[in-house]
């Protein structure tokens, strides 16, 4: 036999066993498609990063965690949170009291997840809680969730501030961040992984790029938290400005933690990724002033129809029908009362040609001495399952948005971290509104529960979750969006075909 059938079928069984994807069809079936649709099944390790909840002695967070019943998934499986050192690869962030059986410091763990279906809840007090990595494998993994809130009594930033922990990623937008009098904003990183992650923080401003090597090569070592203040990236005094974290080697999760002197703060999560097509869902209904920033990446102005899906269909709101993004440079808009007092969301779409976009909204609730303010980043929809954790009875608002079509969702309430037994409702959304349902509530509740939102048909659905805090003298409130969870991962069926040898 010639050495080259020999070195062919040897590649040919390499490639069989190792990739195993894709079936070809011989050349007697040329054009007819025998490959079967790829099955979904659970993801079954997921990674999770929390960052630093705050620096105030006055802080105090709580983490909830939940893991939704997934069909076909493993029945064995754990998570776990363990701290983010500051500087070095161990994860221990030197305050364990613990001894292993090695004589080695083991960490106490913040929150113990509970087994799929039963959220669970940790709470921590003052300003030296580390950033935290979580992983869960099996059952655990798929759309294992876990919400961090903190509330402040007093001081810059003080109120309510709500993230969801999120996974790692090598790239993050943050419209909507700034270095104004009275704003401190901070970009803090977590690294997972066993090795450095060197990254590159540019800030965008409303002339365009600014000057800065600060952030250029920051690295974050192995199992590690950074924080950075962005006035120290740069001298420019920005009302708004767009913070983009690019990782050149390795991964992490990245979030804005945005403060502000009058309008206390909250934390900003990385916007959807760059899109022609955009939308903020829930914004509160009882919102006194929100702000829109925008940004376009790439080297062409985007032009962009604003309009806001509210209980009764798409309106435009009078004096922001368009609004101009020039390349590279960040802009603001001033939309005002914008919901005036009923359910909406921003939708923005291209006047013209398709330019890919940022964008996020700065929400201000109250008034006078008594606001609070919150962000909301345009997101991804809701896909086939989203989950809010750390709902709270009477606290919670719900919004479900269906900007293009009509749309049926499910909504589960889980039970309580402390009891209570799960309840659902089933939603239908007209075309083009968005509406605050009245979610379900566990019955015999104890505690916090999670929210599960799952698409049963129609189109896209996008969703938030808006949490009140305890304060009744202050508007303290922290809104989170729900894109897809990605419990469930595309698996291509894979066949052995030599037949690729065939000419």
């Keep these: ?97 613990d001894k292993d059986g090695k004589g080695e410091k083991k960490e106490k763990p913040v929150v113990q997840p509970k087994a799929p279906g039963t959220p669970a809840a940790g709470r921590t007090t003052g300003g030296d809680t580390p950033a935290l990595i979580g992983t869960a494998e099996g059952g655990q993994a798929p759309g294992w969730t876990v919400q961090q809130t903190t509330e402040v009594a007093a001081g810059t930033g003080r109120g309510l501030l709500g993230v969801g922990c999120t996974a790692p990623d090598t790239e993050f937008w943050f419209p909507g961040a700034s270095t104004a009098a009275g704003r401190t904003d901070y970009v803090h990183l977590t690294n997972p992984d066993d090795s450095a992650a060197v990254v590159d923080i540019e800030l965008y401003g409303k002339d365009g790029v600014l000057k800065s090597t600060v952030g250029e090569g920051v690295t974050v070592p192995p199992h590690a938290s950074d924080s950075l203040l962005l006035s120290t990236l740069s001298d420019a005094k ?83 029908e368009t609004v101009h993004v020039k390349a590279g440079m960040t802009t603001g808009v001033d939309l005002g009362e914008v919901t005036r007092g009923e359910a909406g969301s921003l939708v923005l779409t291209p006047t013209d040609r ?85 979610a379900p509530v566990p019955a015999g509740l104890k505690g916090s529960y999670a929210l599960t939102v799952e698409t049963v048909s129609g189109g ?23 894109p897809d969870d990605r419990g469930t991962v595309a698996v291509p069926n894979a066949d052995e075909d030599l037949s690729v040898l065939q000419k």
């Design 1 to 97: 036999m010639k050495r080259t059938t020999l070195s062919l079928i040897a590649c040919a069984t390499a490639l069989a066993a190792v990739t195993g994807f894709a079936a070809v069809s011989a050349p007697g079936d040329a054009g007819k498609d025998t490959a079967a649709p790829a099955a979904r099944l659970p993801v079954e390790r997921t990674s999770l990063l929390c960052p630093a909840p705050s620096t105030s002695d006055l802080a105090e967070t709580t983490y909830t965690s939940f893991t939704p019943v997934t069909k076909g998934a493993d029945e064995k499986g754990d998570a776990a949170l363990v701290a983010a050192g500051p500087d070095d690869a161990t994860g221990d962030d030197g305050k364990g009291d």
């Design 238 to 320: 920005e009302t708004d400005l767009t913070v983009h974290v690019g990782v050149r080697s390795g991964r992490l999760g990245a979030a804005v933690q945005a403060l502000d002197d009058k309008t206390g703060g909250d934390w900003l999560t990385a916007a959807a990724d760059p899109a022609s097509d955009l939308v903020v869902p829930g914004i509160p209904k009882d919102a006194t002033a929100v702000r829109l920033v925008l940004f376009t990446p790439g080297g062409s102005d985007a032009d962009l129809k604003v309009r806001l899906a509210s209980p009764s269909g798409l309106i435009t709101p009078a004096g922001h």
């Design 354 to 438: 398709s330019v890919p976009v940022v964008a996020a909204v700065r929400v201000v609730r109250g008034k006078g001495d008594e606001q609070e303010s919150a962000f909301i980043p345009a997101s991804a929809p809701v896909g086939a399952r989203a989950t809010a954790a750390d709902n709270r009875a009477k606290s919670t608002t719900l919004a479900l948005s269906a900007p293009q079509a009509a749309a049926k969702v499910e909504v589960t309430a889980s039970a309580g971290t402390e009891g209570g037994t799960t309840a659902t409702k089933t939603y239908t959304l007209k075309a083009g509104t968005t509406q605050n349902v009245d």
């Design 460 to 482: 896209p659905v996008y969703a938030s979750r808006t949490l009140t805090g305890s304060d009744d003298d202050v508007a303290s409130f922290t809104v989170q969006t729900l």
